[in-house]
């Protein structure tokens, strides 16, 4: 890893950070919770502006009590905490503030990949993937921004080998291919105008269809159908 390239882009993508979290519509506060301090320190170095981050804490009871002090925009936090853990967490606090967005990110990909998803969180990182040059991190935090879901590089390659990013049955069976192949990529946290260049379409054809499966599928937003799809994917890996 090259620490000099890592060192001298540090501070443009925390400037970049602060502004996408401000101009997102978002509750500009951050709770985080981590089991390692150290890692609670990586994090917070992601944000240029301290009074973003409200609370920092190493248990779940902790980040509970942090939630529901500050009724933060955004939550980010370890799968393990020093007691308790970051899947229960994740539920626990959108029971406390509905609009909360969250990222999860992983130390053990294989077996907590299907709990990542049972949470619905927005966004799902292996801990290996902060401190990649191309800064998923940092793509994870835009997708939240911007209201798409993003799977991880680690978690993808995992995914993929159980064919985790396929359609859920139910959907597949009332949308036409066209369609399907629109919803993967939102499944797979792509921007409107990453699908219209895969699939080579306008990206006015591209929010066209993403009405039309919306109302196919009779939820309102992109975020309400990508949390449909995680569900059923969990519904068919439990069965």
Same mark, same amino acid.
């Given at each position: 890893?090259?620490?000099?390239?890592?060192?001298?882009?540090?501070?443009?993508?925390?400037?970049?950070?602060?502004?996408?979290?401000?101009?997102?519509?978002?509750?500009?506060?951050?709770?985080?919770?981590?089991?390692?301090?150290?890692?609670?320190?990586?994090?917070?170095?992601?944000?240029?502006?301290?009074?973003?981050?409200?609370?920092?804490?190493?248990?779940?009871?902790?980040?509970?009590?942090?939630?529901?002090?500050?009724?933060?925009?955004?939550?980010?936090?370890?799968?393990?905490?020093?007691?308790?853990?970051?899947?229960?967490? +994740?539920? !626990?606090?959108? @029971?406390?503030?509905? =609009?909360? #967005?969250?990222?999860? &990110? $992983?130390?053990? %990909?294989?077996?907590?990949?299907?709990?990542?998803?049972?949470?619905?969180?927005?966004?799902?990182?292996?801990?290996?993937?902060?401190?990649?040059?191309?800064?998923?991190?940092?793509?994870?935090?835009?997708?939240?921004?911007?209201?798409?879901?993003?799977?991880?590089?680690?978690?993808?390659?995992?995914?993929?080998?159980?064919?985790?990013?396929? +359609?859920? !049955?139910?959907? @597949?069976?009332?949308? =036409?291919? #066209?369609?399907?192949? &629109? $919803?993967?990529? %939102?499944?797979?946290?792509?921007?409107?105008?990453?699908?219209?260049?895969?699939?080579?379409?306008?990206?006015?054809?591209?929010?066209?269809?993403?009405?039309?499966?919306?109302?196919?599928?009779?939820?309102?937003?992109?975020?309400?159908?990508?949390?449909?799809?995680?569900?059923?994917?969990?519904?068919?890996?439990?069965?």
């Amino acid at each position: 890893m090259d620490l000099l390239f890592l060192r001298d882009s540090a501070e443009p993508r925390r400037r970049e950070a602060a502004s996408w979290f401000l101009s997102s519509g978002i509750k500009p506060t951050i709770t985080i919770a981590f089991r390692s301090k150290l890692s609670l320190i990586g994090i917070m170095s992601q944000f240029k502006r301290p009074n973003i981050l409200k609370s920092a804490c190493t248990t779940e009871l902790e980040s509970l009590e942090a939630v529901e002090k500050h009724q933060p925009g955004l939550l980010i936090c370890s799968d393990q905490l020093e007691e308790g853990d970051g899947f229960s967490l +994740i539920v !626990k606090a959108k @029971e406390l503030v509905p =609009t909360l #967005r969250t990222c999860i &990110v $992983l130390s053990s %990909i294989d077996s907590n990949l299907k709990l990542a998803l049972q949470t619905k969180a927005n966004a799902i990182v292996h801990e290996l993937d902060i401190g990649e040059q191309n800064f998923p991190f940092r793509q994870a935090f835009l997708s939240i921004c911007t209201d798409h879901f993003y799977l991880g590089p680690t978690a993808k390659r995992v995914a993929k080998t159980f064919d985790k990013l396929t +359609i859920p !049955k139910r959907l @597949e069976d009332i949308l =036409t291919s #066209r369609e399907q192949s &629109v $919803l993967n990529g %939102i499944i797979e946290g792509k921007t409107n105008e990453q699908i219209s260049i895969e699939l080579e379409l306008s990206y006015h054809t591209v929010n066209s269809y993403i009405k039309i499966i919306r109302r196919k599928a009779g939820v309102k937003s992109k975020t309400e159908l990508v949390g449909l799809a995680m569900k059923q994917l969990v519904s068919r890996f439990n069965g």
